[in-house]
Nanobody, 114 residues
Framework: QVQLVESGGGLVQPGGSLRLSCAAS????????MAWYRQAPGKQRELVAS????????NYADSVKGRFTISRDNTKNTVYLQMNSLTPEDPAVYYC???????WGQGTQVPVSS
């Protein structure tokens, strides 16, 4: 089974930017739609953004529209999440997810900056 490994999380100031990466151990094109979810402490996991296999169509949660951009490089088997204009509501553990195989990564933390 393909494994997903997220990276790129870290402390960031409000208004700052961060780019998350999700590297797959196999072909992500064959996995089809990929997505980023996030889960903050005490909250349910929520869908942040998704992208279909060809990368042509993307969807975003209202809370991140205009600030986050999901993309994929099928030649590198990697999905990205560019996060700009970060707000205090964005810190969470961010997870990569593959449909329809329902594969999850282990998550990467985007903590609250002090």
């Amino acid at each position: 089974q393909v494994q997903l490994v997220e990276s790129g999380g870290g402390l960031v100031q409000p208004g700052g930017s961060l780019r998350l990466s999700c590297a797959a151990s196999g072909s992500i094109f064959s996995l089809g739609t990929m997505a980023w979810y996030r889960q903050a402490p005490g909250k349910q996991r929520e869908l942040v953004a998704s992208i279909i296999g060809t990368g042509i169509t993307t969807n975003y949660a209202d809370s991140v529209k205009g600030r986050f951009t999901i993309s994929r490089d099928n030649t590198k088997n990697t999905v990205y999440l560019q996060m700009n204009s970060l707000t205090p509501e964005d810190p969470a553990v961010y997870y990569c997810h593959a449909f329809p195989a329902s594969i999850w990564g282990q998550g990467t933390q985007v903590p609250v900056s002090s």
